[in-house]
């Protein structure tokens, strides 16, 4: 939907609710006439909001911490060593993608942890990322 732009003083105003539109004059005046229509939005009180608990899926949650990890250390460089903190939490991701069965992410992300290299950090992306692509 376009956009109203206007201008107040030295300030420019955008109102984004707002659409043109146009309609058609009579003879003898200016062909179209263009005006600005701005739709009645209520706002919403919370009451009116439908009330949800999720429970968080473990094996989202595994996969996703694996990836925020591994990129991460792509970010640090791959060429210096890991630094203990990022170690620890390799560790502790690996483990949570051996709690929830996807144990050969968690051996190629281990297989990182203990030689880190590029070809295995490639290795545990891959995998990590293939799968969750397929969740």
């Known amino acids: 939907m376009p956009s109203h732009i206007g201008r107040i003083g030295q300030s420019l105003t955008i109102d984004t609710t707002g659409q043109e539109s146009y309609r058609p004059r009579g003879a003898g005046e200016r062909p179209v006439t263009w005006a600005v229509v701005v739709p009645d ?21 595994a996969v996703d911490g694996a990836l925020t990890v591994l990129a991460d250390a792509a970010h640090r460089g791959l060429r210096d060593p890991l630094p203990p903190s990022l170690r620890s939490r390799l560790t502790e991701v690996a ?9 050969t992410a968690s051996g190629l992300v281990r297989a990182f ?11 545990a992306h891959l995998r990590v990322l293939v799968t969750s692509e397929r969740r």
Do not use: C, F, K
């Not at 939005?41 to 949650?61: F, K, R």
């Not at 483990?95 to 144990?103: A, I, K, M, P, S």
């Not at 942890?113 to 290795?123: C, D, I, K, M, Q």
């Open 113 to 123: 942890t203990e030689h880190p290299a590029s070809a295995s950090w490639l290795a």
């Open 41 to 61: 939005l209520a706002t919403a009180s919370p009451t009116d909001l439908p009330y949800s608990v999720s429970t968080p899926d473990l094996i989202s949650s």
């Open 95 to 103: 483990d949570d993608l051996d709690r929830v069965g996807l144990r």
